[in-house]
């Protein structure tokens, strides 16, 4: 039976073949998980051994076969950052206590403004729903 001695930045363990690092899906992020295949891109590992590794320590919680050869591809090219790049399009909308409180405040202000003024002026993802002015 291999061991395997695995270092990450939370936690130095040594588990036997076969045996989850993570068990839970925290522990292990996205940006762990990138900086894992940038080094290894940087040792010329391949794609499959990346995966292979990821998919041993991971298990579940790992990312997919395309992911780790599309971060390989990234990193090959020369590609520093672990984050994603920005996406074209419009962007998603936030919609959080904050934002909440500031449409119901505009409707109190104006109990008679229309679902369409709401879009029109700043709250464009508000949908038709019932808020009743007290």
């Keep these: 039976m291999?061991?395997?001695?695995?270092?990450?930045?939370?936690y130095?363990?040594?588990?036997?073949?076969?045996?989850q690092l993570c068990s839970n899906q925290d522990e292990f992020t996205k940006e762990n998980m990138r900086f894992y295949i940038f080094m290894r891109c940087k040792l010329d590992e391949?794609?499959?051994l990346i995966d292979q590794t990821l998919q041993t320590v991971c298990g579940d919680c790992a990312c997919s076969y395309q992911?780790?050869?599309?971060?390989?591809?990234?990193?090959n090219k020369g590609k520093?950052?672990?984050?994603?790049?920005?996406?074209?399009?419009?962007?998603?909308?936030?919609?959080?206590?904050?934002?909440?409180?500031?449409i119901k405040k505009d409707i109190d202000e104006d109990p008679h403004i229309s679902v369409r003024e709401l879009k029109r002026h700043q709250w464009p993802f508000v949908w038709y729903s019932s808020y009743h002015h007290k």
């Design 12 to 19: 130095d363990v040594t588990k036997t073949c076969g045996e």
């Design 46 to 48: 391949s794609t499959k």
């Design 80 to 102: 520093e950052s672990l984050s994603d790049c920005p996406r074209r399009g419009r962007p998603k909308l936030c919609v959080n206590e904050h934002t909440i409180a500031s």
């Design 2 to 10: 291999k061991i395997f001695h695995y270092h990450y930045p939370f």
């Design 67 to 75: 992911t780790v050869r599309l971060w390989v591809k990234e990193f």
